[in-house]
């Protein structure tokens, strides 16, 4: 006998409706894998603040500085101080002298050159500092510059390293809700794939080389009314007096539309009798010898490729007549 095996094929459709199924596990191990992805990225950066070798406090930025360098910034950061507070003094003191002459509506000479000097002098504190190439920023190089931005807070520097952790935070949380959802449709392919349990109708067709005369769907009972008038045609047809309906699933898998069948066949004033499974009960092989055809009742997800084979295999061996298969999903 050929081996069913060599003829089973991969319905995609039928894979991915069944994948399908799970859309809603697979979005929540996702959302568990942004999470997780953005937990990492927290406890990276954490690990890299802690990390950082108390040698070279500037590791953060991706940057290494000799002690020379280090030095050199140092004056810089002790000059920058001074000409802040240079900076505030020199403030405060036009901020008083406005005010005292707001007061009196008047101001002399001598009182507006010295008001004029101050202007000047906060002006120099607050620009040459920073910039040119006299200045004591401008003689730092691009890494000890990196280095002074850090120290003094300058707005963007701490934008830019905000926007890096916010990008790395994405990037890591997009990668573990991909790497979680791909993960999940994975299992669950090679889940369908390994099953042992008939998928499809055209299993029957084409590993087994069955005729399927149509197919229940179990929350609906759609096409019981078919499965029952194309046995009723098919038993005129082939002169059939004795259709056995049987099935290699348990008891209750599809006994409830053999049942249903029998009783409309019957009806009709068709003989038909069920039987047990013909794979374990003695009595339900003599039924099915003494029969002119079997009508087999599979189940979608239920039915093993295993039993179908083997009841095949019995029928071929005992000479029964397979009259066709109905298949429950």
């Not at 039928?14 to 859309?23: G, R």
């Not at 047809?237 to 249903?260: D, P, V």
């Amino acid at each position: 006998m050929e081996n069913y095996r060599e003829n089973l094929e991969i319905d995609l459709k039928d894979l991915a409706k069944y994948i399908l199924k799970f859309w809603k596990t697979i979005i929540l191990l996702a959302i568990i894998g942004l999470i997780l992805g953005c937990a990492l990225s927290g406890v990276k950066g954490y690990l890299a603040a802690v990390s950082v070798d108390e040698e070279n406090e500037y590791a953060d930025l991706d940057i290494e500085l000799t002690d020379t360098q280090i030095a050199e910034l140092d004056l810089a950061l002790d000059t920058y101080d001074i000409f802040q507070k240079t900076r505030e003094t020199v403030k405060d003191s036009i901020l008083h002298d406005i005010e005292s002459y707001n007061s009196t509506n008047s101001i002399s000479k001598d009182d507006a050159e010295g008001l004029w000097y101050k202007i000047q002098t906060l002006s120099t504190t607050s620009n040459a500092q920073l910039s040119g190439g006299g200045s004591v920023y401008g003689s730092l190089n691009a890494d000890q510059k990196k280095a002074f931005d850090k120290e003094i807070g300058r707005t963007e520097i701490e934008e830019e390293m905000s926007l890096t952790s916010h990008i790395s935070m994405l990037k890591l949380g997009f990668l573990g809700a991909f790497g979680c959802a791909f993960l999940a449709i994975v299992f669950l392919a090679l889940k369908y794939v390994l099953s042992p349990k008939l998928k499809t109708e055209d299993d029957i067709r084409s590993a087994f080389k069955l005729p399927v005369l149509g197919s229940i769907v179990k929350k609906t009972d759609d096409g019981l009314a078919v499965i029952c008038s194309s046995i009723m045609a098919l038993a005129h047809g082939k002169n059939a007096k004795n259709i056995l309906l049987c099935s290699s699933l348990a008891e209750g898998g599809a006994s409830s539309y053999m049942t249903q069948v029998e009783e409309f066949l019957k009806g009709k004033n068709i003989p038909v009798s069920i039987a047990s499974n013909i794979l374990s009960d003695p009595s339900s092989i003599d039924k099915a010898a003494e029969s002119d055809g079997l009508i087999l009742f599979e189940g979608i997800g239920e039915s093993t490729y295993e039993n179908i084979s083997r009841e095949v295999e019995l029928t071929n061996n005992l000479g029964i007549n397979v009259l066709g298969t109905v298949v429950v999903k």
